[in-house]
Protein backbone atom coordinates (compact mmCIF):
# COMPACT_ATOMS: atom_id res chain seq x y z
CA UNK A 1 0.00 0.00 0.00
CA UNK A 2 2.68 2.26 0.92
CA UNK A 3 4.80 1.84 -2.18
CA UNK A 4 1.32 2.41 -4.49
CA UNK A 5 1.04 6.07 -2.72
CA UNK A 6 4.47 6.46 -3.25
CA UNK A 7 3.51 5.93 -7.08
CA UNK A 8 0.67 8.11 -7.35
CA UNK A 9 2.60 10.82 -5.89
CA UNK A 10 4.92 10.73 -8.13
CA UNK A 11 2.39 10.69 -11.13
CA UNK A 12 1.00 13.69 -9.25
CA UNK A 13 4.04 15.98 -8.71
CA UNK A 14 5.76 15.07 -12.44
CA UNK A 15 8.58 17.70 -11.38
CA UNK A 16 9.83 14.57 -8.36
CA UNK A 17 10.19 12.22 -10.94
CA UNK A 18 12.95 11.59 -13.45
CA UNK A 19 12.52 13.30 -16.80
CA UNK A 20 14.32 11.58 -19.38
CA UNK A 21 14.31 13.48 -22.52
CA UNK A 22 16.57 12.70 -26.31
CA UNK A 23 19.28 15.25 -27.36
CA UNK A 24 17.26 17.78 -28.88
CA UNK A 25 14.94 18.27 -25.99
CA UNK A 26 17.89 18.21 -23.70
CA UNK A 27 19.48 21.46 -25.82
CA UNK A 28 16.62 23.02 -26.06
CA UNK A 29 15.66 22.85 -22.03
CA UNK A 30 19.28 23.92 -21.40
CA UNK A 31 19.71 26.51 -24.18
CA UNK A 32 16.41 28.13 -24.74
CA UNK A 33 18.62 30.81 -26.82
CA UNK A 34 18.13 29.46 -30.35
CA UNK A 35 21.50 31.55 -31.73
CA UNK A 36 23.59 30.15 -28.54
CA UNK A 37 22.48 26.62 -28.78
CA UNK A 38 25.43 24.09 -29.41
CA UNK A 39 24.66 21.02 -31.74
CA UNK A 40 24.12 17.62 -31.41
CA UNK A 41 27.09 16.93 -32.46
CA UNK A 42 28.70 18.67 -29.58
CA UNK A 43 26.90 17.19 -27.15
CA UNK A 44 27.96 13.79 -28.40
CA UNK A 45 31.20 14.70 -27.93
CA UNK A 46 30.62 15.48 -24.37
CA UNK A 47 29.27 12.30 -23.96
CA UNK A 48 32.24 10.73 -25.44
CA UNK A 49 34.44 12.55 -22.80
CA UNK A 50 31.76 11.37 -19.77
CA UNK A 51 31.51 14.76 -19.25
CA UNK A 52 27.62 14.79 -19.21
CA UNK A 53 25.39 12.41 -17.94
CA UNK A 54 23.77 9.44 -20.01
CA UNK A 55 21.35 6.60 -20.11
CA UNK A 56 22.24 4.20 -23.01
CA UNK A 57 19.33 1.60 -23.96
CA UNK A 58 20.87 -0.40 -27.14
CA UNK A 59 21.95 2.37 -29.46
CA UNK A 60 19.04 4.95 -28.13
CA UNK A 61 20.37 7.91 -25.72
CA UNK A 62 18.12 9.26 -22.75
CA UNK A 63 19.28 12.00 -20.46
CA UNK A 64 18.07 13.56 -16.94
CA UNK A 65 17.37 16.79 -17.35
CA UNK A 66 18.01 17.58 -13.66
CA UNK A 67 21.30 15.30 -13.58
CA UNK A 68 22.95 17.34 -16.87
CA UNK A 69 22.16 20.26 -14.65
CA UNK A 70 24.06 19.31 -12.45
CA UNK A 71 27.07 17.92 -13.74
CA UNK A 72 26.97 21.19 -15.84
CA UNK A 73 26.91 23.46 -13.20
CA UNK A 74 29.94 21.12 -11.09
CA UNK A 75 32.24 21.56 -14.53
CA UNK A 76 31.62 25.79 -14.04
CA UNK A 77 34.82 27.40 -14.09
CA UNK A 78 35.26 30.60 -12.44
CA UNK A 79 37.10 33.41 -14.20
CA UNK A 80 40.24 34.41 -12.59
CA UNK A 81 40.90 37.69 -10.16
CA UNK A 82 42.01 40.74 -12.72
CA UNK A 83 45.45 41.62 -12.62
CA UNK A 84 44.93 45.13 -12.68
CA UNK A 85 45.33 47.33 -9.89
CA UNK A 86 42.12 49.40 -9.24
CA UNK A 87 43.03 52.42 -10.64
CA UNK A 88 44.31 50.52 -13.75
CA UNK A 89 47.68 50.60 -13.51
CA UNK A 90 50.00 48.17 -13.59
CA UNK A 91 51.89 47.17 -10.52
Request: with cysteine.
Amino acid sequence: MVERRKHMNAKENPSSAQQFVGKEVLLQQLFPNDADRPTTRWLDTQCAKRAIPFIRVGRLIWFDLAEVRAAMAAKTVLARASRRTPTGGAS
